[in-house]
């Protein structure tokens, strides 16, 4: 257990939806990550999080977006929902940011099935 | 650009060593981290490198060449548990971000 926790584990739902998957980083961890993870694709990364503010993006879609709050708990959006949004959603966490050895805890995911 | 390669499958027997080579081109480099990943789980951490040489950690061991793009996990003792995707994964920037690339793992089947 890495001590990050996702919710809900697992998720189906309609193509054109809206769903919210949530985050709760490790205890005092500051920074969180979000990534996509598609059968025949590796782990995407969306995006990060350091302390509530947006530090870095990836191949992230305009129809997705991401928040920090000031608990720290994070949330991604997903919108409009397409069958090739099907995947792994994991969610990462991480005591900083910066160039030092920063390790990446990975929560269960979140297991996202558009019908 | 940014690419890291890694072989797709892999299969060694039980007891034996493997080695998983990793090769990558990104626009910077700020490390290099090795995950092993059982099916439908959660990635968890097996090594890091940011300097050329080995580091060992009990059965598990990384190598990496920067001036190379090269890097290698090496797995000794090899137990049924082992059977896992290893994914390579590098941290191209500085400057206070910590994004990872992940390559697109090798799946590794260990046999009795």
């Known amino acids: 257990d890495s001590g990050v926790t996702q919710t809900p584990k697992h998720l189906i739902t309609a193509t054109g939806q809206r769903v919210t998957l949530r985050c709760s980083p490790r205890?005092?961890?500051?920074?969180v990550y979000w990534y996509q993870q598609s059968l025949d694709q590796g782990l995407q990364f969306l995006i990060h999080y350091y302390n509530g503010e947006e530090r870095a993006k990836g191949n992230i879609l305009e129809r997705f977006s991401a928040q920090q709050f000031p608990d720290l708990h994070s949330e991604l959006n997903l919108s409009s929902l397409e069958l090739g949004d099907s995947a792994l959603y994991f969610c990462?966490?991480?005591?900083?940011?910066?160039?030092?050895?920063?390790?990446?805890?990975f929560g269960p995911g979140t297991r996202l099935t558009v019908l | 650009g940014q690419n890291i390669d890694q072989p797709t499958e892999m299969t060694a027997t039980e007891g034996a060593i493997v080695q998983i080579n990793c090769t990558y081109q990104t626009s910077g480099f700020n490390g290099l981290f090795w995950y092993q990943q059982h099916a439908g789980e959660a990635p968890t951490f097996l090594s890091y490198n940011v300097l050329d040489g080995l580091e060992e950690k009990g059965r598990f061991s990384s190598f990496l060449s920067r001036s190379k793009g090269y890097s290698y996990l090496l797995l000794k003792e090899l137990q049924m548990k082992d059977s896992a995707s290893y994914l390579c994964a590098v941290r191209p920037f500085s400057g206070g971000y910590n994004k990872l690339i992940f390559g697109a793992g090798t799946r590794l089947a260990v046999h009795p």
């Open positions: 205890s005092g961890d500051l920074s």
């Open positions: 990462a966490s991480s005591p900083q940011e910066g160039d030092v050895y920063n390790e990446q805890f």
